[in-house]
């Protein structure tokens, strides 16, 4: 159990529950090894994941890559920054040795040659991989199930979804199952499982991090860390954010550590919150009193908060299509006597958006870069940009997929994806709990290749805040 410390704050004595700047800190005054860490993790997952279900696989060579850490930390030569500590991969991702299924049981079983550069960075880092978290199919959705794995729950109340479509490292991020997960983001699949389970998600600038072999969305989708606090996610950042070969549209290494300059405030930066991201998006009452709680927050802080519009053109629209045409695709690539195995969602969007012109398409992308282009004009004026996370808090984890292209910008990703299609960075922040005990979330959002200035606005927000990380469990 934590224990108190000075002003209230608490640092928990169980190892499953610290975060990994904590781990890493007590590993290097030989106060707890990697070893001890992990066995704390691995309890709370053989005791609490029968009915979270975050895992679509566990690597049985985790104990002995904690060992391998421990004793590298033993003769003071840890291999990187963040040697021993516990992380899990998202199931759209290559982890070599473990096959890339997605969610789908039109997926083959064969293990993945190569590790993906995000995962890559990690192993490099030290990281042990915990194992491999669930995905909605192909990540096309934000209820947090799929064909493969079933449902995924919400580790702060077993009838609500994680959300998605980073549902398990969500999921698993909540329950405390490792400090540190890798998600991925085509319209929301960080921020929203984020929001829904009450820990910290960062969609980097597109680009930051590397990607390959490249998914359903790869116009608009990142990798990216999801973790119980800000610091730990940027310093996860540190080791996703390398240039990799494989990848040549990602940005060269900046050589910075991410958070440098993070606990430098938001003291005379310009924030807009923002109701209208194109259209008229829907928020429920607690959501927009966690919005306001967030404003006067930073306005605390000595930011300048305004109320501000982008005059942005109709995001529905574009990422509709940009949605829909990716979907349709993917069912082409997918063999006809497998497709009766897909999620009958993904069949019913791709049947509608495969009629859809190449000009209607060509069409959508022209709006996407005028889109991004109002978002830079606007970032002229603006520093940052406060937003809600999620239309409400999480829904029924078994509730039917009902029309889905509605649900897309009515119930599941409409303050979210479009960040996507402008390619900035935005970070999805927890603000507190709502009358049911659920996790509430803002977004903070920067001009591209702003990322610093998203992770100072979100740990500003995080220590005015000082929001429970983990359900008690």
């Known amino acids: 159990m934590p224990h108190a410390i000075g002003g209230g704050v608490t640092i928990p004595t169980d190892p499953a529950l610290m975060e990994a700047e904590q781990l890493l800190g007590l590993y290097a005054r030989r106060a707890l090894s990697p070893v001890e860490a992990l066995k704390a993790v691995m309890e709370r997952v053989a005791r609490m994941n029968p009915w979270v279900n975050a895992f679509a696989a566990m690597n049985p060579r985790a104990l002995a890559q904690a060992g391998e850490s421990e004793a590298r930390w033993a003769a003071g030569r840890p291999m990187g920054p963040l040697d021993g500590v516990p992380c899990t991969v998202k199931d759209l991702l290559n982890l070599a040795g473990f096959p890339t299924r997605r969610g789908s049981r039109a997926t083959e079983a064969t293990p993945a040659g190569e590790d993906a550069p995000s995962v890559l960075g990690l192993k490099s880092a030290g990281a042990v991989i915990l194992g491999k978290t669930t995905t909605t199919e192909f990540g096309w959705k934000s209820p947090g199930d799929c064909p493969l794995h079933g449902i995924t729950r919400n580790p702060w109340n077993r009838e609500r979804t994680p959300g998605g479509s980073s549902s398990g490292a969500g999921a698993a991020a909540a329950a405390c199952f490792g400090p540190l997960h890798i998600g991925t983001d085509a319209g929301g699949s960080i921020r929203i499982p984020a929001a829904f389970c009450g820990v910290v998600g960062v969609k980097p600038s597109f680009g ?166 109002a978002m830079a004009r606007f970032h002229q004026r603006f520093d940052l940009v406060l937003t809600a996370a999620t239309p409400t808090a999480a829904f029924a984890a078994d509730q039917p997929t009902l029309h889905p292209e509605t649900a897309l910008w009515r119930d599941w990703a409409p303050w979210t994806f479009a960040f996507n299609l402008t390619r900035q960075p935005a970070i999805s922040v927890p603000v507190g709990l709502d009358s049911e005990g659920m996790p509430r979330a803002v977004q903070v959002a920067a001009a591209l290749y702003r990322d610093d200035l998203c992770f100072r606005a979100a740990r500003s927000l995080e220590i005015a805040l000082q929001v429970p990380s983990a359900p008690a469990l």
């Open 208 to 373: 930051r991090v590397p990607q390959w072999p490249l998914g359903a969305f790869a116009n608009v989708a990142v990798a990216g860390p999801m973790a119980r606090s800000v610091r730990d996610a940027a310093l996860m950042m540190n080791a996703m954010a390398r240039h990799d070969l494989r990848d040549p549209f990602c940005l060269p290494d900046e050589n910075r550590d991410w958070r440098d300059g993070i606990e430098e405030g938001v003291a005379g930066l310009r924030v807009a919150i923002v109701r209208r991201l194109g259209f008229e998006a829907p928020l429920d009452a607690e959501g927009e009193e966690a919005l306001l709680q967030a404003a006067r927050a930073l306005e605390a802080a000595g930011a300048h908060v305004e109320e501000a519009d982008p005059a942005l053109p109709d995001t529905r629209a574009i990422f509709g299509r940009v949605w829909g045409v990716a979907l349709a695709r993917l069912v082409a690539s997918i063999p006809e006597e497998s497709r009766g195995l897909l999620d009958a969602g993904i069949m019913e969007v791709a049947e509608r958006q495969s009629r859809m012109s190449a000009v209607d398409f060509l069409g959508a992308d022209a709006l996407r870069i005028e889109a991004a282009h």
